[in-house]
């Protein structure tokens, strides 16, 4: 009955419209009163809790690292380089689209940063050129989603934390699940565009190829910073996140020299709000989280989900399909917040491998942000591309289909993942 009582009033909260962060405390002051220990001691208690954490301050870091690529001309680059080498095939912008979403994912770590710096860009050459605007649109919001599953990223910081699980090992794990998402979807659009008749560009020179990654070299140098300081223990995933904020802070300021005193302030402001949302969220989750364990929740479910524990594989299907369902009703790191306390003891019971299992989480909680009507990175790419979200699904379910399949590789095959923390760490 408690967890009746937790989902319904979450759900009721969600449905009045109330903002998640808000959802998630009135949904743990019901729990309280159901459970009779109301105090409000408890709640400020918890909220002080959820933000004072030391991992957390990666977060506004690699927030304000991203923000500090945009506008210092690092993103921008990062397409130009992209553009001269594969822009003059058949179909290249949509390959250039897909190689500047991995490479970009590989310095923000966010989603919706990713989706909006490569739509502003590529969308209205990619229409020019001939593509349809849906599909277009489509295929950026497709290779924004990378962000989440390659490191530095995000959701994974907050997965770990929430569930006590090595972020480093969290980082190394979404490599090669990262660069499938990207190796698929130039498979799923080669199939698309093979007997298009669009406008290519003219092959770039050998010099002028050797000029974009020369421009590009810094931004580039910049994942290998990040996953070489991390698997040699130089530092932590939160003094990550301080080295990417002060290298594109230099890169931007000193050598492209497209940063200067009045836009650092726009970044700090924009960084700022989208911190004060993000660490909001984190802490009100908190509340919820201390009270699920506290009624007990998780061996409640465990022991409703019965002989499904002695099943691992069953039980990441049921996991997985709940979570996609899921996914299509609330943004996705609500549901890492929410759902971690609950499945961690499950997942450990079952014998899984918890950093596989965060993984796979994210990668899934990413496929929600392409859902209606909630996904957020859908709503950002629909504003950027000017068109409705019902004409952009017409145009997105080959890169869905494909974000699925590679899903359900990583739930048959877990050494995706496994194999290569292994070597690396």
């Given at each position: 009955m408690?967890?009746t ?9 969600i449905?009045?419209g109330?903002?998640?962060?808000f ?5 743990g002051v019901a729990l309280m009163?159901?459970?009779d220990i109301f105090d409000?001691?408890?709640v ?7 933000a004072?954490?030391?991992p957390?301050?990666?977060?506004p870091?690699?927030i ?13 680059r990062m ?11 058949r179909g290249?912008?949509?390959y250039?689209?897909?190689i ?8 923000s770590g966010?989603a919706?940063?990713?989706t909006?710096a490569?739509?502003?860009v590529?969308?209205?050459?990619m229409?020019k050129?001939?593509y349809?605007?849906?599909r277009s649109t489509?295929?950026?919001?497709a ?5 989440p599953?390659l490191p530095p990223?995000?959701p994974m910081i ?7 699980v090595?972020?480093?090992k ?6 090669v699940p ?9 498979i ?10 669009v406008e290519?560009?003219?092959r770039?020179s050998f010099?002028?190829?050797?000029i974009?990654?020369?421009e590009a070299?810094?931004a580039?140098f910049?994942p290998?910073?990040?996953?070489g300081g991390?698997?040699?223990g130089?530092?932590t995933?939160t003094?990550?996140?301080?080295v990417a ?5 230099l ?7 497209e940063?200067?005193?009045k836009?650092?302030?726009k970044?700090?402001v924009d960084s700022?709000?989208?911190?004060s949302?993000?660490?909001f969220?984190?802490a ?5 989280a201390w009270?699920?364990?506290?009624a ?6 465990a022991?409703?989900?019965g002989?499904?524990?002695e099943n ?7 996991i997985?399909?709940i ?6 009703a609330?943004?996705?790191?609500p ?7 609950v499945?961690?003891p ?8 918890p950093?596989?299992f965060?993984?796979l989480?994210?990668l899934?909680?990413s496929i929600?942000?392409?859902t209606?009507p909630?996904?957020?990175?859908l709503?950002?790419?629909c ?7 019902a ?10 289909l494909v974000?699925l399949?590679i899903l359900?590789?990583l739930v ?8 290569p923390?292994d070597?690396?760490?």
């Amino acid at each position: 009955m408690t967890l009746t009582v937790f989902v319904a009033s979450l759900i009721a909260m969600i449905i009045l419209g109330i903002p998640i962060a808000f959802a998630l405390l009135a949904s743990g002051v019901a729990l309280m009163y159901y459970l009779d220990i109301f105090d409000t001691q408890i709640v400020a208690q918890n909220l002080i809790k959820g933000a004072d954490n030391f991992p957390l301050m990666a977060i506004p870091f690699f927030i304000l690292a991203g923000e500090l690529m945009n506008k210092g001309g690092m993103s921008r680059r990062m397409v130009n380089f992209a553009l001269s080498l594969v822009g003059h095939i058949r179909g290249g912008l949509g390959y250039v689209t897909i190689i500047a979403g991995v490479l970009l994912a590989g310095l923000s770590g966010s989603a919706v940063a990713d989706t909006a710096a490569l739509g502003a860009v590529l969308i209205p050459m990619m229409v020019k050129a001939g593509y349809k605007r849906n599909r277009s649109t489509g295929l950026v919001a497709a290779s924004g989603i990378i962000a989440p599953v390659l490191p530095p990223s995000i959701p994974m910081i907050i997965f770990g934390i929430t569930g006590g699980v090595s972020i480093t090992k969290l980082f190394i794990g979404g490599i090669v699940p990262g660069l499938l998402m990207g190796i698929g979807l130039m498979i799923t659009w080669w199939l698309i565009t093979r007997n298009e008749q669009v406008e290519v560009y003219t092959r770039k020179s050998f010099r002028e190829m050797l000029i974009a990654s020369k421009e590009a070299v810094w931004a580039l140098f910049l994942p290998v910073i990040i996953v070489g300081g991390l698997r040699g223990g130089i530092f932590t995933p939160t003094e990550a996140g301080v080295v990417a904020a002060f290298y594109a802070l230099l890169v931007g300021t000193i050598i492209y020299r497209e940063l200067n005193v009045k836009d650092l302030y726009k970044v700090l402001v924009d960084s700022a709000k989208t911190t004060s949302v993000v660490m909001f969220l984190v802490a009100a989750a908190m509340v919820p989280a201390w009270l699920i364990a506290f009624a007990n929740i998780p061996m409640q479910l465990a022991n409703s989900l019965g002989s499904l524990i002695e099943n691992p594989l069953l039980l990441l299907i049921l996991i997985n399909i709940i979570v996609l369902f899921i996914g299509m009703a609330m943004d996705l790191t609500p549901i890492i917040l929410i759902l971690t306390p609950v499945l961690m003891p499950i997942i450990t019971e079952a014998g899984i491998d918890p950093v596989y299992f965060g993984v796979l989480l994210v990668l899934n909680c990413s496929i929600g942000l392409l859902t209606p009507p909630v996904g957020s990175v859908l709503n950002v790419a629909c504003s950027i591309g000017k068109v409705s979200m019902a004409e952009v699904m017409r145009g997105i379910w080959p890169f869905l289909l494909v974000k699925l399949i590679i899903l359900l590789l990583l739930v048959f095959f877990p050494s995706i993942v496994t194999v290569p923390i292994d070597w690396l760490t």
